[in-house]
């Protein structure tokens, strides 16, 4: 269990380079299950739940390569249709080989994940997607069984715009007969470029960033070559560390047109944000405005960078409402953040945040990914000491975050405990 150490109070500057994109390249490595022959992956990040993934499909009897960021997967010796328990609690995302194995294997176990810190996590509007695509569903021992004889195309509404629900019928209907219409579908960057690597391979599929994917079935999918797209959400994060610490950071290798709702926020703020092609240069204000933020699906601000932007809040001229309407127990990093000195007051799904001089440094605990990621931002502005245990969350998400943030003059190192 490693922990990470920061002294806080240097302005972060300089440049860093943005990974490829944790929830673009999940689905996308999960989706080489489709079909036989070497698939290959370039841009992968190198994080825990790729690793998850990687061993995930290996289990089932997919053969892997690794040189770096490149990946290359060939599953034509797919041989086991069961996901276990103790693989599916690391990483929930593993619900998404429900769709490509029971498009290619007709069946598939896999464990129900269960919930997690942010929330119950539910994958109810998967299984009955799945249903609708003719499949038939029993839950047995904490496990979802399915088998279909065959998938047929159908009409599926998501009551919830559900991002790997959606990654997950786009891969079920890709093999199944007919035609798919998913409606009220997530519109994530990262369910564009899914529906992109899933065409390259042959599959037929339109609308994908509106509510309305339309996936026309085909007979096999061919094995592909693709780069995964940068993390919005890393770049998200080094944004508010750079407007948090009244720095100037120019991000490289990032896709400027998946960020609106942050750059628009952060501008609100009073941080100066200029953006060339692939790259975005911010520039911190001494005075931090306090502005409201409410999370939505995408266009809408992400939730997963509500906590990072809580932490700008918090130090910020005034009083910030932060409404978190997507998971209902997100907001845990706040009692962290509150031992650090911030003025943080939760009624409900909202946070009403008063922004203080300043946070005071302080031996902390990571609980979910972003939380975490939100108080190692703290720690680059808390005076004196931050220390941030069970940084395991953090490894899930972010590559190497402590060598980047050294990089651009943080003092901050990992210790093993
Ligand atoms: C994806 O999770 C992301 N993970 C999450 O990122 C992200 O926070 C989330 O989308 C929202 O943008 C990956 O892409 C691997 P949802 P996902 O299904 O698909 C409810 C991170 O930090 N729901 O869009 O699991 C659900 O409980 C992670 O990188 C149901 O009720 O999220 C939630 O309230 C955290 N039933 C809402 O919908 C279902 O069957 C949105 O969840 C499915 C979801």
Redesign the pocket.
């Known amino acids: 269990m490693d922990k990470i150490v920061i002294d806080g109070g240097r302005p972060l500057k300089g440049r860093v380079r943005i990974s490829g994109a ?2 673009a390249a ?2 996308i490595l999960i989706s080489a299950l489709l079909t036989e022959g070497w698939n290959t992956y370039t841009n992968v990040p190198n994080l825990k ?1 790729i690793q998850s993934t990687l061993h995930l499909l290996t289990n089932l009897g997919a053969r892997i390569e690794i040189d770096k960021d490149t990946v290359r997967i060939d599953a034509g010796g797919l041989c086991k249709h069961e996901a276990p328990y103790d693989l599916v609690r690391k990483m ?2 593993s619900v ?1 080989v429900l769709g490509p194995l029971l498009a290619r294997l007709k069946k598939a176990r896999v464990s129900l994940p269960g919930g997690c810190a ?11 997607g799945l249903a609708r695509l003719g499949a038939s569903i029993e839950l047995k021992h904490g496990y979802v069984e399915a088998s279909a004889e065959s998938l047929k195309g159908n009409e599926i509404y998501f ?9 997950n019928l786009m891969m079920a209907a890709v093999l199944a007969e007919g035609t798919t219409v998913l409606r009220n579908a ?1 519109r ?1 960057p ?1 369910i564009v470029a899914f529906a992109d690597v899933l065409n390259q391979m042959g599959a037929k599929i339109e609308g994908a960033g509106t509510s309305i994917i339309t996936v026309q079935g085909v007979s096999a999918l061919k094995p592909v070559s693709v780069k995964i797209i940068p993390d919005r ?1 890393e770049a998200g994060t080094f944004m508010v560390a750079a407007a948090l610490t009244k720095g100037d950071v120019t991000l490289t290798d990032c896709e400027p047109g998946d960020l609106e709702a942050v750059m628009h926020k952060l501008k609100l703020t009073g941080a100066a944000i200029k953006v060339e092609d692939k790259c975005i240069r911010v520039v911190g204000t001494d005075q931090i405005a306090s502005v409201d933020v409410k999370t939505l ?2 266009p809408g601000f ?3 960078m509500q906590a990072q932007f809580m932490v700008l809040m918090s130090v910020a001229g005034g009083l910030s409402i932060i409404s978190e309407t ?3 127990n997100r907001f845990i990093h706040v009692s962290e953040l509150q031992r650090m000195g911030a003025d943080i007051t939760i009624s409900g799904d909202t946070a009403l945040v008063k922004g203080i001089p300043h946070l005071s440094g302080a031996p902390v605990m990571a609980t ?3 939380a975490s990621a939100s108080l190692v931002l703290a720690g680059l502005i808390a005076r004196n000491t931050t220390e941030v245990h069970r940084v395991y969350h953090l490894d899930r ?1 972010y590559e190497a975050l402590e060598n980047k943030f050294a990089r651009l003059g943080a003092a901050i190192k990992r210790v093993k405990v």
């Not at 942010?118 to 009955?128: D, Y």
């Not at 009551?159 to 990654?167: K, L, P, R, S």
């Open positions: 944790k929830n999940l689905p739940d929930r995302a998404l942010i929330g119950a996590r539910p994958i109810n509007l998967h299984l009955k009551d919830i715009a559900t991002v790997t629900g959606t990654e997530a994530e990262e959400i699906p995408y992400p939730t997963d997507i998971f209902e979910d990914l972003r998400g």
